[in-house]
């Protein structure tokens, strides 16, 4: 089924007539066309994408299941929504409560004189379940970065800069065919690699692990993945750290399926880490939704009651941190499955000792 289908399915079930949808994440989500501005109207029986000039030209072929019309500036562009709220009788209109700043949700009041209903909400959970033409997606922004990994393995040396190796990084997923980077490399070396989102600095890398944190961004879709190396021979703790969190990400791995909820896919990786001792050393959540956003709805954490929806995509990244010492964490992108889920990671996980 096409996303404006969905959508339109949805509303049925909503207290508005329509959604207005605003976001150019969204906008990509429901159209598969990106731009920096524009709108899309969706109702119960037709889809109006508003854009400019600058994009009108590029839009009508990709934008195929709605009307695609051009908005010269902001007041033709409410002028054109206004009239479409008065031909179908609209009441109450869906908005990105989530995205739309307080002065943009007053022009929306004023120039639309409308109801205005919060509507992020069912985008979100309609984003989280991916389809399997969009899993396939993913999966090839996957394996654009697990080529770029291997690609830089051979170049990591104690002679180049945390900085230097990030822009490394980025350079192998543009020339392999990436759109983008999906965020910022992490690229943490030492006893940085404490700190879960360090950031890159000029210093060389120094012995001990090494954290590289990074995805690649593929027609618009994202990939992220974590491995944490070693340059020079670990000793005995590393090992048992290291080891700890592979444990701690099967066991959270294990327990997902459709329908679980996210606290307790979190609590089966984090009992792992707690029996080892370690428990105060993990922070963050489990694993949170990947998608058209690095992070995005389902999520997997101690606060998680909702139920993982089938079809949703969710990163699988338990970690042990020692402040001042050293960190740990491996980091795969799974899909939620009836019956369990699929790992769209291939790259071993084994310690790499450089």
């Known amino acids: 089924m096409k996303v404006i289908d969905k959508i339109r399915l949805e509303l049925s079930n909503c207290d508005f ?14 159209t598969g066309f990106s731009s920096s501005t524009g709108g899309l109207i969706v109702t119960g029986i037709d889809a109006w994408f508003f854009t400019d000039s600058r994009y009108i030209e590029a839009a009508e072929p ?47 009041k004023e120039k639309l004189d409308v109801k205005l209903i919060p509507a992020s909400s069912l ?30 393995l051979p170049i990591i040396s104690t002679n ?13 997923m543009l020339k392999n065919g990436a759109d983008d980077k999906a965020f910022e490399p992490v690229v943490l070396s030492g006893v940085k690699t404490s700190m879960p989102h360090g950031v ?35 000793d005995d703790e590393m090992i048992h750290v290291y080891n700890t969190v592979l444990k701690a990400q099967t066991a959270g791995i294990n327990a997902i399926h459709a329908d ?6 979190d609590a089966a ?12 050393f993990f922070g963050h959540g489990f694993g949170h939704g990947i998608g058209l956003e690095v992070h995005e709805s389902p999520r997997a954490s101690k ?29 795969d992108v799974v899909c939620v499955t009836m019956e369990g889920c699929k790992n769209i990671t291939s790259t071993p996980k084994d310690m790499i000792i450089l």
């Open 123 to 152: 985008l979100n959970e309609l984003r989280a379940i991916k389809s399997p033409d969009e899993l396939e997606k993913m999966i090839k922004a996957q394996r654009l970065a697990e080529k770029t990994f291997e690609e830089i």
């Open 260 to 265: 679980v909820k996210g606290v307790d896919v």
């Open 62 to 108: 990709v934008v195929a299941d709605a009307h695609v019309k051009l908005a010269a500036n902001e007041e033709e562009y409410f002028e054109q929504i206004k009239k479409i709220i008065d031909e179908n009788k609209i009441t109450a209109i869906g908005f990105e409560d989530k995205t739309v700043t307080h002065k943009d949700y007053l022009e929306l």
């Open 160 to 172: 180049m800069t945390e900085k230097q190796l990030a822009a490394e990084i980025t350079y192998s």
């Open 303 to 331: 606060t998680s009651e909702a139920l993982l929806p089938c079809g949703a995509t969710l990163s699988a990244e338990p970690g042990i941190y020692l402040p001042g010492r050293f960190g740990v964490r491996i980091e």
């Open 17 to 30: 007539d329509a959604i207005l949808i605003t976001s150019r994440i969204n906008r990509l989500y429901a």
């Open 269 to 280: 990786a984090r009992s792992v880490i707690e029996d080892a001792g370690f428990g105060e």
């Open 200 to 234: 890159p600095e000029d210093i060389k890398i120094g012995y001990g692990f090494l954290t590289l944190d990074f995805g690649a961004r593929l027609n618009g879709w994202c990939s992220d993945m974590t491995r944490t190396l070693c340059i020079g021979k670990p």
